[in-house]
């Protein structure tokens, strides 16, 4: 997908979310934000957003001297996300269709940052959720498809809700290789992250190799390329993954919520 | 007031905004953004967002050419708000306490962008916020202050939200100056947008010599700085106008929505 105009004063806004979680030195963000302006005139429109996302986070690694700031950030998502497991568990398995729940489960996992509000009432926004439809249904095809496949290839987002991937993986019972990024970069699970979610217990946990927010092919090793070019199936989590894949050959299930007004325009849905 | 480093993203959104509404060619809305990106270093920290705001909307006219992008939103702003003065002139008539409630539809004004929003439920809005309390509520002093007033100062913010303010003014019924921007800057009133708005009929308008969406003493004309330095009493509308005379050395009664995190935090309130 490419980056539009409405993704340059989105990049500010994460360079100073980021900066912030790096750092009280207020000159320092400034830096931050003074850097990635020097980037701006350079931001080609025709590469994905995930693309220009890693410039920025390096440069926010470079100023303020954390390799990766959002650590805590991460550890505490994954803590609060595993305190939800055995009720989201359970809800799967009473579910009448359980692999459809564990579905939404996941979808749910990609709204909520368990990190962003200690007093977000998680459970009541899942049984929202789970009332809905969803605006872009593909899980007929996504069921037909996992009946004859042997493998399933998932590509991880968030730390956190890593967690709620782990019900999902465990649901639909298939030999799954679950990918993370290849570096640390903003709150996206790396494989200590996902170790620490229980999914090595369950999947085999590979690095993509790429270091963006999002899986961009040619940023991704060897390694993964022959993991995602064999795969009978592939789960996409998150928008950085759909920015960086959109248009890619290959059958990829995007499970995802839209939390920017150019995805939702580009879809012709709404927000959430 | 101080420019926050979370104007800076904001900076990026309204540049884009402005830039849609005066072009449609994407190459020159990206030009207008790499040449914000380029004054991204040289904001003083210690300037007022407005002071920021007018270069970069001197860049928006620059790059696309049109003096006064928001022409059109401003005039249909101000149609729209006129279908509204009929019915509240009557609610603030019919009122127990006419002043206070013509505060509060000036106030309601500076929510209301009718330009955005052409369906907008503005009667619904108006119903909602006249049955709230203000979070900051300094209206007996400004009631009293006017009692023994003789002449008021009345600082316009944004095209059409003028006919919200020519209420309060009827209702006042003081000798009043009304002043404007010095130039076309965002949707803010010119006196071109005071006299369709009918402030005429009931004020004198000035023009505040300030080519930025707010009222910066320094690069206001001698003769409103003379009208400034002598008014009884003075009434300033909006965010720009209090982002540059917060700080400032007057009586000023500061009519306004919060809508920005910034200012609601400076304020410890909320948005809205």
């Known amino acids: 997908m490419n980056t539009y105009l409405e993704c340059i004063p989105c990049f500010f806004r994460q360079a100073l979310f980021a900066a912030r979680e790096a750092t009280n030195d207020e000159s320092k963000i400034k830096e931050v934000l003074d850097r990635v302006a020097e980037l701006v005139p350079g931001i080609p429109l025709n590469s ?81 959720f789970l009332s809905q439809d969803l605006s872009i249904d593909d899980y007929e095809s996504f069921r037909h498809r996992l009946e004859s496949a042997h493998s399933l290839l998932y590509l991880g987002d968030n730390a956190g809700e890593t967690v709620f991937d782990k019900i999902l993986i465990e649901t639909v019972g298939k030999d799954v290789i679950y990918a993370v990024r290849g570096a640390p970069i903003i709150n996206d699970a790396t494989i200590e992250d996902a170790e620490k979610s229980g999914l090595g217990e369950i999947a085999r946990i590979v690095s993509s190799g790429c270091d963006a927010p999002g899986t961009i092919l040619k940023r991704c090793s060897r390694e993964f390329l022959d993991i995602f070019e064999t795969a009978d199936v592939i789960v996409s989590k998150g928008q950085g993954n759909y920015e960086s894949l959109a248009g890619v050959e290959a059958q990829v299930f995007f499970l995802l919520k839209v939390k920017c007004p150019v995805i939702a325009r580009r879809w012709m849905i709404r927000i959430g």
């Not at 609060?80 to 359970?90: M, R, V």
């Not at 359980?98 to 489960?105: K, Y």
């Not at 909520?112 to 459970?123: Q, R, V």
Request: charged share 35%; aromatic share 8%; net charge negative.
């Open 48 to 128: 994905s957003p995930p693309e220009t996302a890693r410039l920025i986070y390096r440069v926010v690694r470079e100023v303020t001297g954390r390799a990766d700031p959002f650590e805590v950030y991460k550890e505490r998502s994954i803590e609060k996300a595993k305190s939800f497991y055995p009720e989201l568990k359970s809800l799967v398995e009473r579910s009448e269709d359980p692999l459809r729940t564990a579905v939404m489960v996941a979808i749910a996992g990609n709204i909520i940052d368990p990190g962003a509000d200690p007093n977000f009432d998680l459970m009541r926004e899942m049984d929202s």
